[in-house]
């Protein structure tokens, strides 16, 4: 079973578009185990897929077919590298709503500490 065209192409878009280029990343073919009896035993249909300016890691051996873990161990780190940017631009997004939240929360206590004490001499 190999991938379609579409989906190649498809993929190598999304590798553009994330800025992720072939020789950033090192493949490694290794055996694979568990279900697929003798064929999976005796073939390195495995990948280890790295992309090294990130560092980020993706182990498949989904299918029995080289060719096929290939393209979803390439999609799995587009995953995770896709994840991991906009993981950042919320981790900015929750310290300014940390830093707004900080805001109301000391115009609160000072506009409170006004009304706490009273000017001596005015009635109460």
């Known amino acids: 079973m190999a991938v379609s065209p579409e989906k190649l192409k498809e993929l190598t878009e999304r590798m553009a578009r994330l800025g992720v280029r072939e020789d950033d990343l090192k493949e490694t ?8 009896g003798q ?6 249909s495995c990948v280890y ?3 090294l300016p990130s560092g980020v890691a ?45 805001r109301r929360l000391r115009r609160r206590k000072k506009k409170n500490t006004r009304d706490d004490h009273p000017i001596p001499g005015e009635p109460t």
């Open 58 to 102: 993706v182990k498949c051996q989904k299918d029995r077919s080289q060719t096929v873990n290939r393209f979803l161990a390439r999609r799995e780190l587009l995953d995770r590298l896709s994840e991991a940017q906009g993981g950042a631009r919320k981790s900015l997004e929750r310290e300014k709503q940390r830093k707004n939240k900080d």
């Open 39 to 44: 064929k999976v035993n005796k073939t390195s």
């Open 49 to 51: 897929l790295v992309h």
């Open 29 to 36: 073919f290794i055996r694979s185990s568990g279900p697929g």
